[in-house]
């Protein structure tokens, strides 16, 4: 923040076109400046900060070189000490990067950073490290100031790209008007927050006011700047301004919270509800706040109380001490059954390096949720977790040191559990036949599969044999028209079902059609060509209302010679939606009345997120786990978008397109893809159809692999000796890479590997010439694979 006096005004600018509104709550964000920690300042530590009065620290600053790169953080115990108890306190806490120097404006590290890409990338890069170093919600851009429109563009758009992706904040302080460079701040769509630097008097605060809303930033994202820093910016104009921001603004932006000239109370009494958490971003509440702690052990004879209820006090500076041996516990009694997705762990110096985090819902039967080793770190914030249960346990295994374990701070995030959705667990009854091949009569007629099966997913080990073509001399099938694949399946729950039919490219222009009890449901279905000589299509067809009990499901083909590798069939539930009532964050909100978790609530007829009226805006939803997903469904409002994406990520930084839509119409767009496995889905909306922003009543999620219906893969088999490979692995087992030896075979062939739970990972086409591959298994998650070709099966362990 800029801490010199503005010798000018500017002219007052009428708002009364504005139309402004009062909003519910709002938002304080204060700038605590590293340079004061333990000197002259009012407020010297984090200890004297009243977090009560804001939504927002901004911890100032860090300043990159040229090459983008950041070193370390001035008083980077004290940002720790902050952030710890800011959290506490459901406060923000961002890092500012830049501030005023001595070069500013035309000669700051980042006139040099936006010509190059790789120091916009290495900025990147360095802010997302102290991210996660020091466990901040976001970064505050302070340039002061660009020099030219093309060069904020090239550094902010990748930055707010980034911090979203990680699910963090992006805000910026800008100068307060134009003739200040303000229009050099070109693109702000990416902007959480505006921070207005307004250090003058009436005047220009509502010239900077009309400015940056003649500019298009909404009202929840435009933060009125008070300087704390000079004596004439006394109580009754501190007041003044706290009005004008509860007509025109999302809050107050304070430079800074450290001296003794501001009057925070003076704008806090007069804003009135703050909004903890921020605007449209509320810290989710501990579920093991000042709930009651059981421990094995308490360390005896200790200088301090050292009890197990301060691990749970919200009180950074006492802490739960065990007696000085491995193998101790503690847990919180949450008072209910929670569905967990996120617990954290503040030690003290006496780590643990080894724990589980157990969940329970008596004491006594616990479930690992989440195992750590190698620990070295004092904040543990353990997100993604996936348990049930009314108690949480850290289950302390190996101390870091001579003493016990230590804990400031254990806390525990979630929601209530929801209502069963869909189906239940069945055993697959009856049998899937395959009527009329041409297997020369060497195949059998259907596979018995009344084995019970609990988990959602079927696949025969050894296949239905079919005839394997000559002509191509690939591992395929040849079907004629008429022929047809049939089994049974149970209906657990009555209700409309999504039938998901998944095809191999290689049948691109055959068609086929689905009948469920002897009538026709699909229709002539022709099967896309996906490119590629063997990936894969998926189609959906939607079941009228069924009742519950077995059906008969049949898959009629109506061309000659279709040929494939396999077919995967299953029968889904549309209430089988893996986003509802999960964790959910989008780039921005309209108001607090539309907020995101409105998009997965279930209510697609009155509740709905709303952006702000920008495009490029998105919202994102975590589904706990990774899962297969092949279809998601979007219900907009009459906001819709024209051109948007549906992408996926299991890191929130690194996010693919699974499908793109450029003549969206709105209404209700299932949209289905190739299945991949993710954890985390998101709408990207790019272009507006209306003024407004982008809106959604619903956001769904669907899993290639149903709760209500079971999947069963018909995997062709390889008949004679005319392919008999032999398969020899090396190492066994593999960590990087994995060498696979191959003997036999004239023909060529499909090598495939598949994980313990039948997920194919890796595939290859190979012939008689080819007697060796080496695969790179580095990114391959620990566990058994199943290495398939011909009639040969190998087992390699991966770790």
Known sequence: MQRIKLLFLVALLALSGAGFAQVSCYN???????????????????????????????????????????GSVDGGATLTDLVNRAHAANVKVLLSIGGWLTSSPSNTPFEAISTNPTAINNLANACANLITKYNLDGIDLDWEYPTTKARWNSVATVLGNRFHSMGKLFTAAVSESASNNGDHYDNVSMLDLVNIMCYGGDALASSSIAYWTSRGVPQNKRMLGVPFYEEHNNTAEHIRKANLAKSTSAGIMIWDIATEYGDINAIYNTLGNVCKGGVGNPVPQNLASNKPVSVSSTEANAPVNVSAANATDGNYGTRWASTFADQQWIYVDLGANYDINRVKITWEAAYATAYQVEVSSNTNDWTPVKSVTGNTTLVNDLTGLSGNGRYVRINCATRATTYGFSIFELEVYGAAPQAPHGGTAWAIPGKIEAEDFDNGGEGVAYHDLTATNTQGQYRTTEGVDIEAATEGGYNVGTIQTGEWLEYTVNIGQAGIYTLQA????????????????????????????????????????TTSALTAGQKVLRVVFDANEFNFTSFT?????????????????????????????????????????????????????????????????????????????????ND???????????NGT???????????????????????????????????????????????????????????????????????????????????????????????????????????????????????YIISIGDSRKKVVVE
Not at 623 to 642: F, H, P
Not at 652 to 662: G, L
């Open 28 to 70: 304080i964000v204060g700038y605590y400046p590293s340079w004061v920690a333990g000197g002259s300042a009012y407020i010297d530590s984090p200890s004297k900060v009243d977090y009560s009065k804001y939504t927002h620290i901004c911890y100032a600053f860090a300043i990159p070189g040229s090459d983008g790169n950041i």
């Open 652 to 662: 929130t930084i690194n996010w693919t397109v699974q499908k793109s839509v450029t």
């Open 666 to 784: 709105g209404g209700t767009a299932d949209l289905s893809f190739a299945t991949v496995n993710a954890r985390y889905v998101r709408v990207h909306g790019l272009q507006r159809a209306t003024p407004y922003g982008f809106s959604i009543w619903e956001f769904e999620v669907y899993p290639a692999a149903p709760v209500a219906g079971r999947t069963l893969t018909m995997a062709t088999s390889v008949k004679g000796t005319e392919n008999a490979f032999s398969v020899n692995v090396s190492p066994n087992p593999a960590t990087n890479l994995m060498n696979i030896q191959l003997k036999g075979a004239a023909k060529a062939a499909v090598l495939e590997v598949y994980s313990i739970a039948g997920k194919r990972v890796y595939q290859a086409k190979v012939n008689g010439n080819v007697n060796q591959l080496q695969v790179d298994i580095s990114s391959w998650p620990k566990g058994i």
């Open 569 to 649: 069939f299953a029968l889904q539930s549309q209430s089988d939606n893996a986003a509802a009532n999960k964790t959910v964050w989008a780039s921005s909100i309209e108001t607090p009345d539309f907020p995101a978790t409105a998009a997965v609530d279930g209510n697609a007829t009155t509740t709905r997120w709303s952006s702000a009226y920008t495009d490029n805006e998105w919202l994102a939803v975590d589904l706990g786990t990774a899962k297969d997903i092949s279809r998601v469904v979007v219900k907009w409002e009459n906001a819709y978008a024209t051109s948007y994406t549906i992408e996926t990520s």
């Open 502 to 541: 998944r095809v191999a490219a290689i049948a691109a222009g055959k068609t086929f059609h689905v009948e469920l009890n002897g009538q026709n449901i699909s229709g002539t279905i022709t099967v896309p060509n996906t490119g590629g000589w063997q990936t894969w299509a998926n189609v959906n067809v």
